[in-house]
């Protein structure tokens, strides 16, 4: 199935914009990058937005051309979201990093990302530049998991890549991984975002989490590197089209609790959503490569039960908020994520073992 | 009460009026006496009243998942093999 405009604008927040007078041309039309954006802007674009949007892309076309005299000049908008606007030309990406991003932080990120270049996709220069007030960073351009075909996700490649990264020692100075905080920010917007049914067990299931996994205090470990934020986006073959499996975004990567970055497949499978065959493969593939969040054998839940709680509430919660700013009903999908969050609130969470090896 | 194999706390349920213990370490279910035959004769009397379907053939046994999780075998897991994925489902995958 070719993704078409409409499908493609019910992701609601993607847009695509274009600089390029060869529009027609571009390379990029038919090979999505994670989230590609397709249509057209559709809300209003404030006055910062907009040098910054055009710099952006005036940024990665002259990075593109520094790497390539042949350029063919394709350049779309790929994400245009309030925590990262990204920006492809050819064979370049830049992207223009959340506000308030702690210089100090993304800079030791960039260069962990430097360092391992067998896990995470490196960025061309380590450190960031800043572009009216933003953080920007430049990447080389991968190749995303198709969106239409999500039967081709390569879930081993995601587990053994996770697996390794949670192997890597971590630097001292690296902060913490920012999942928990992500999935605290969901759960302040469903709060601010007004009266809901759902809201209520997405709520009761966040206060069955420990401290720890909604921010309010360091996590118990904290000498594990771990990505913060797994989902099919985060993978690119590099070189493009068919080089090795990396991870990207290095925004929430830190240290923390491993078991965080396998908590989403955790919880699309027992949300029934994912297929048992496909969590099975991720989890086998992540054992294989002797990943440390779960033990070896065994029952995996007492080590993922808190985090995916937290990845199911997260998901619960953004989707409310989405359907109350749209003013639609849930869907079927964003229900069973609802009512999953209902059941968490009869069962105690599992505590996690230490199986260190 | 203590789960007499792991000693980790038990949790009481009410399933269809019948009370049970389950162990929030092991998650072993302790029934009391007469219990056991309370479920068993719920469970004849939702055989009189619906006679389930045989259960469908399955190569592997499911996975482990959490009490919390979707019941196995129910509306959750249908639909999504093959090449019909939910397209609300498709985005999520993608989603933070």
Redesign the interface.
Known sequence: MRRTAKNAGAAGELRRHCFCPASAEHPDRTVPYGRVPVGTYSRPVTSAAVPLLADLTAKARAAAHARSSACPCGAATLADRPDGLVVRHANTVAKAHAPGTDPAALAGRLTLATHHPDILLPPLDRAPADLHGRLTSFWPYGTPVDPDDPDAAPWEAAATLLARLHRTPAPVDLPAMRGPRKAAQAIGRLREAGPHPAAAPVLRAWATLPPWARAEVPMPDTGTLCHGDLHLGQLVRHPAPDGPWLLIDVDDLGVGVPAWDLARPAAWYACGLLPPDEWTRFLAAYREADGPAVPAEGDPWPALDVPARALTAQTAARAVTKALAAGRPLDEVEQSVVDACDRMATVPPQLAQDHAK | MQCPKCRAPM?T?NRNGVQIEQC??CRGIFLDYGELESLTRLEAQWSQAAPPPPPAPQA?P??????????HG????HG????H????????????
């Open positions: 949790h349920y929030s370490g592997y499911a996975p482990p998942a959490p009490a919390w999780g979707a019941p129910g509306h959750g897991h999504h093999h093959g090449h994925r939910n397209k609300s489902f498709g985005h999520m995958l993608f989603s933070s």
